[in-house]
């Protein structure tokens, strides 16, 4: 099989970010150090104390360690119904390993795959280059991103293998809210399809709560067996540096499979991620790292709408409710502006960075940027001031995309 197309938004992040001023395309909750991590701890532990340092270095645990396939287990099993098994875990290097593992598992020549859309280009590449044929889900602004059921159930076909969702989603920041993923799970069921959710998002939800009956669980509490989560440390836990995610199923046989496909691919992850990992994700240290993220979130969003809001001539958006990354519009005379000359001339002219809508998530998000607002409060804040400037003084000067 030929290897999938280049990745467009793992390009773009390469070639600009680290000459930017102004960071404001990072999807990562502002990282932490292993020190500030250790501070965020209730029983105030030494950063020193995280890592076994007395202990070998081997390959370790193959599938992942005890401690951090263990916290994970709690995580999913709570509010869950039925606990989930810590060998239903699968440790990998970051939520990226994961989802391609899954399809290296899965998917094969003559399988039809349904994507969520838009999203990660690795959700509909990967399975297209193993030799599926993909259909995208699509979800629409003007339906405020939320995907259509009835598409769904039409696109859906005899050899459809695998349903990809991605909650929440990347670039618009919206769920796929509970009653949307009750009936997703039946319908698959019903068919005997396997649904993927790329839960890499979860739990930084700060615009909506759990006291919402349209809160979403993740797609392991829905009571489907075949179905398959996969996340990381990278997004709502600020440690993208570590490099560790997870395969979580209800299905053994599904972690099985992917086990095998994961023994050709990584063997297992460093000893030392995990051990940060399994600490972080610790009852000592889990919720006030989370509680910390949706603080940020909620501040920093609040910034990026009252910039919105004073720029509503040029921008426009659904506001986003989870994740890290808001999806806005910028438009001229009615216009979709230029998104990739737009964000070239931002960054050379003001050292802020964006990321244009369709250069990375396709070509029908003309006058798209992708912003990711939950870096540090005061880099969004002096990023959200350049911009305002260069929307005074630069803006009218760029070229529309239409
Ligand atoms: C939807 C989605 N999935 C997966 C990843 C990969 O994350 P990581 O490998 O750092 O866990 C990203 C990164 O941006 C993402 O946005």
Not at 20 to 25: F, L, V
Not at 352 to 359: A, C, E, Q, S, T
């Amino acid at each position: 099989m030929p290897p999938p197309p280049p990745f467009a938004v793992e390009q773009w992040m390469d070639k600009y970010e680290t000459t930017a001023k102004y960071n404001i395309a990072e999807t990562c909750c502002a990282s932490v150090s292993v020190e500030e991590l250790a501070s965020l701890s209730e029983s105030k532990a030494s950063a020193s104390s995280i890592l076994d340092l007395s202990a070998v270095q081997s390959y370790g645990e193959i599938r992942g360690s005890t401690a951090i396939r263990a916290n994970l287990s709690r995580l999913y099993s709570s509010k869950a119904g039925s606990p989930l098994s810590p060998d239903n875990v699968l440790i990998t290097p970051g939520a990226i390993a994961a989802n391609f593992m899954v399809f290296y598992a899965l998917i094969k020549p003559g399988d039809h795959v349904v994507c969520h859309y838009p999203t990660y280009q690795q959700l509909y590449t990967v399975p297209a280059s193993l030799g599926a044929e993909v259909d995208l889900w699509k979800s629409k602004a003007k339906n405020k991103w939320l995907p259509d059921f009835e598409d769904l159930k039409e696109l859906v076909k005899h050899n459809t293998k695998l349903i990809v969702l991605n909650n929440p989603q990347n670039p618009t920041g919206q769920v796929l809210p509970k009653s949307l993923l009750l009936k997703i799970v039946e319908f698959a069921e019903s068919k005997n399809i396997t649904v993927l959710s790329d839960e890499v998002y979860r739990p930084l939800f700060h615009g909506t709560s759990p006291m919402d009956p349209e809160f979403p669980p993740s797609i392991l509490s829905l009571g489907y067996k075949n179905t398959i989560a996969t996340g990381s440390m990278s997004k709502a836990y600020s440690l993208a540096g570590i490099r560790v995610g997870w395969i979580a199923s209800r299905s053994s046989d599904i972690i099985e499979q992917c086990a095998v496909a994961r023994d050709y691919t990584i063997i297992s992850v460093s000893q030392l991620d995990q051990q940060v990992a399994a600490f972080a994700l610790s009852p000592d240290v889990i919720h006030s790292l989370l509680g910390r993220n949706i603080q940020l979130a909620k501040a920093n969003l609040e910034l990026l709408q009252r910039f919105i809001i004073k720029h509503d001539e040029y921008c426009s958006w659904t506001k986003p409710v989870a994740g890290t990354t808001a999806f806005v519009k910028f438009e001229r005379d009615g216009k979709a502006i230029d998104a990739e000359a737009f964000c070239k001339a931002l960054q050379e002219k003001s050292g802020v960075m964006f990321l244009p809508g369709d250069y990375g998530f396709g070509m029908e998000f003309k006058g798209y940027v992708r912003i990711g607002y939950v870096n540090r409060t005061d880099i969004l804040k002096d990023g959200l001031e350049e911009l305002r400037k260069f929307m005074r003084k630069e803006y009218d000067e760029l070229p529309l995309s239409e």
